[in-house]
Nanobody
Framework: QVQLVESGGGLVQAGGSLRLSCAAS????????MAWFRQAPGKERDFVAA?????????YYADSVKGRFTISRDNAKNMVYLQMNSLKPEDTAVYYC??????????????????WGQGTQVTVSS
């Protein structure tokens, strides 16, 4: 089992950058595939980015963030990150970190992930 705690959200102007962090508990963090999802008010929770377990050699992005966001992991620190550049007002949402012990390739499917953090708010002003 793993517990996830997100941080790094905040208010930023359009065109700016933020880096979200997700701290994971447990000694087997490297064996979890990780992902970021986001949920805007009144909308579904949508996939943002995912990274494979172990070395994180494979990543996968939603079309809406490709080229602007980068997901990465540091297994020594039990951390996963989401670097967000060129932010747009439509990126405003609560961002959630998610983990799965069973995935061997990155997945955009929400139900594939077993563990979720509490979320961190990102607000992009125009």
């Amino acid at each position: 089992q793993v517990q996830l705690v997100e941080s790094g959200g905040g208010l930023v102007q359009a065109g700016g950058s933020l880096r979200l962090s997700c701290a994971a508990s447990g000694r087997t963090f490297s064996s979890y595939a990780m992902a970021w999802f986001r949920q805007a008010p009144g909308k579904e929770r949508d996939f943002v980015a995912a990274i494979t377990k172990w070395s994180g050699s494979t990543t996968y992005y939603a079309d809406s963030v490709k080229g602007r966001f980068t997901i990465s992991r540091d297994n020594a620190k039990n951390m996963v990150y989401l670097q967000m550049n060129s932010l747009k007002p439509e990126d405003t949402a609560v961002y959630y970190c998610a983990a799965s012990a069973n995935l061997w390739s990155p997945s955009s499917v929400r139900r594939s992930y077993d563990y979720w953090g509490q979320g961190t708010q990102v607000t992009v002003s125009s």
